[in-house]
């Protein structure tokens, strides 16, 4: 359940978001990010948020990991959020 009352006491008490701040959220496709997108969305109007969604392909997990890119686009794009989403070729590194 979300508990904005709990979650904005958090915020303050370690001074995690001030007014007006640009946060870029990686986003990974799996339930702990896109519950953390969702609740900054929830909250962007409280601090006056510039909230970006941000998700990387490592070149890992192939077809796999393409549909979680897709995945994480249309999520953003449903949230009328930005969505910068690349791919690096992580094993080469």
Excluded: W
């Amino acid at each position: 359940m979300f508990a904005p009352g709990k979650i904005k006491k958090t915020i303050q008490k370690y001074r995690m978001l001030e007014p007006g701040d640009r946060v870029v959220v990686g986003v990974s496709g799996g339930p702990d990010s896109i519950m953390l997108c969702h609740v900054l969305h929830r909250l962007r109007g409280s601090y006056n948020l510039d909230l970006t969604v941000a998700h990387l392909n490592h070149g890992v997990r192939g077809a796999e990991a393409a549909r979680d890119a897709r995945f994480v686009e249309r999520f953003a794009r449903g949230l009328a959020l930005p969505c910068v989403a690349q791919e690096a070729d992580v094993p080469a590194y």
